[in-house]
Nanobody
Framework: QVQLVESGGGLVQPGGSLRLSCAASGSIFGIDTMAWYRQPPGWERELVAHITSGDSTNYADSVKGRFTISRDNAKNTVYLQMNSLKPEDTARYYC??????????????WGQGTLVTVSS
């Protein structure tokens, strides 16, 4: 009914940059909050960044000053600009959204994830 599709992952050298995108599609009336999570190999999933419908943001301490979350409501898309990447940023990155469906339901949706590898 509602899908999130991430893109933009890949291999990058330490100090490099990547921009992740996540587009929502389906029976969407609107989108409340959107967020990026990540799960490093062998670790639990953790919140990276979060943005509200009013564009308020918050970030994990480990990415503050390096990552920027933004959204384009007209495109139902959220972005994560990642700069000054470090090897410890290596993880599968997941998009998350709380969607208001055309049936007036609130639905939490997850994407399938996109792999980011930071290595020389």
């Amino acid at each position: 009914q509602v899908q999130l599709v991430e893109s933009g992952g890949g291999l990058v050298q330490p100090g490099g940059s990547l921009r992740l995108s996540c587009a929502a599609s389906g029976s969407i009336f609107g989108i409340d909050t959107m967020a990026w999570y990540r799960q490093p190999p062998g670790w639990e999933r953790e919140l990276v960044a979060h943005i509200t419908s009013g564009d308020s943001t918050n970030y994990a301490d480990s990415v503050k000053g390096r990552f920027t979350i933004s959204r384009d409501n007209a495109k139902n898309t959220v972005y994560l600009q990642m700069n000054s990447l470090k090897p410890e940023d290596t993880a599968r990155y997941y998009c998350n959204a709380v969607v208001i469906t055309t049936a007036s339901r609130y639905l939490e949706v997850w994407g399938q994830g996109t792999l980011v590898t930071v290595s020389s």
